[in-house]
């Protein structure tokens, strides 16, 4: 379930950076003398200045970037186990009987049915806790990138258990509702009805859900300000949609992002960013992120997403009858319909996104690639950007494999950016600083 909602409330979310903490204070000061000597250079090589960039983040750091970076292939796995596990609780331990016959004391269909999903929402959410604590509080700690307390962490942590329950609630007790009353075809209905709701989510976030967790305001007047309606003036965006927000409260990392659908769509940069950055690297990640609002990525992203969930809930059909058929007596689901399948058909879910991450992650990674040409266009700060991609490298591994990248990452890897700020350089070399 927790795939599901991720997959739906997918944002494009950008350019997170974390602070560089003492010891990689070196670091710093070698990106400082990369800048010039890439700057410097009278006869440019695309190949030795992306190397150079490169060669910015070595040692303990760069180990660092990476251990953090693979961890999280294996936490992908392990999530997904961990979530078979879950279900398995419900189906084989006799959970979900349990909740069921708490549920029919209800008398109405639908109720009793919301009942269960509210039941399933807090004890899923409970039993994948010890899982949380460590992912999202630990690790995060572990490698230095949270500045959230547990207090604070764990708040947030309910904060979004609230958000689930209200909205998601609903929404699956309106797809077995469906489940009833379309018979074979309730898989195009549930489809049609995901779409709606992820375009529904997207559209109520920057309003309702985002202010939830971070104060949004709009950025305070001055040179940069300026400079920033400037760039949004010469792409024909809204000026009024470029806000902040107090990031800084959670993490150390820089972030920009583009959210919202249709009249919320909105750019908004985090506070790190702002503290951060050199006006040059504020423009160029504000370059990249007008790129998503001008390439009108919410939208392509709806249809390309749509396309997905269309065989995502085939597949669910398909997988949901064959399993019911034959074990459904054993873990006391009745039918495809009876809300009892909750656990299977949620964990069905997790286990079908997790194969389709490298679609999704590549979907999400050609969208990302637009944004950076965009922004070298828009911004005209290649060397800017190339720093800002060292920064991001920081947390994420710089270097993959090209197998690697094309399945974990949702973003292009340092290397590729820098590459490409390179090379948009090469071809700019009179007309850029
Ligand atoms: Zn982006």
Redesign the pocket.
Known sequence: MKTFLFSLFIV????VIANPTDSTQVVKDSLRTAVDTVQTTTVFNVDSSTHQWLSTLYGEARQKSDSYFEGGYVLQVVNLFYGLLVALVFLKLGLGKQMKRLAGKVKNTNLQNLVYIILYFLLSWLLSFPLSVYTDYIREHNYGLSNLTFVGWFTENLQGLGVGIVLGAPMVTLLYFALRKTGKRWWIWGATGSIIFMMFISFIAPVFISPIFNKYEPLEEGPLKQEILSMARANDIPAENVYKFDASKQSKRVSA??SGFASTTRISLNDNLLNRCTPAEIKAVMG??M??YVLNHVYKGVIEFGVLIFIVFALLNWLLNKLISTRGAEWGIESISDVAGLPLLAFLISMIFFFATPVTNTMIRT??ME??QFGLNAAREPDAEAHVDMMLSEYRKVDPGKWEEIFFFD?PSGRVRIETAMKWKAEHLNDCK
């Open positions: 494009c979310s950008t350019l992002n583009v990249h992120e790129g998503h969208q990302e944004a950076d973003h």
